[in-house]
């Protein structure tokens, strides 16, 4: 059994992580574009794109299945198990939560996924990564 300390250490990991994973995804929708000007070969990696877009993949469902991502439900339970109304989250922790969390309804955020999705899927077609 986990420690109150530890789950909110372990709820700032994931927020990190979910961090890490939309930068990512941000990051891709940018320099593909930018990269293909430029001429720059690893916009073409296969693998590196195809994480990308298993990434969107992902959202894209849990965007028309009406959910949150998963990421966000193992913060909020590991903060629920933890009791966080008896524990203050770090101050970077606070403002990265703040960042990526909003209070928009489901369908809003699905919407705009589902383009992104759509979106990453262009760039795929467009600028097809090379095998």
């Known amino acids: 059994m986990l420690t109150q300390e530890e789950l909110i250490e372990l709820s700032g990991f994931v927020l990190y992580f979910h961090l890490i994973v939309i930068l990512f995804i941000i990051f891709g929708f940018i320099v593909v574009p930018i990269g293909a000007k430029f001429k720059w070969k690893f916009i ?7 994480a990308h877009l298993v990434s969107m993949i992902v959202v894209a469902i849990q965007a028309v299945l009406g959910k949150a991502c998963f990421l966000t439900y193992i913060q909020s339970d590991l903060l629920e198990n933890a009791g966080k109304k008896e524990y203050k989250v770090p101050f970077i922790q606070t403002y990265v939560d703040r960042l990526i969390y909003y209070n928009f309804p489901i369908w ?8 992104l999705f759509l979106y990453t899927i262009y760039l795929w077609y467009i600028f097809p990564p090379q095998l």
């Open 44 to 50: 073409y990696e296969f693998w590196w794109r195809l």
């Open 108 to 115: 809003a955020f699905s919407i705009v996924y589902i383009i």
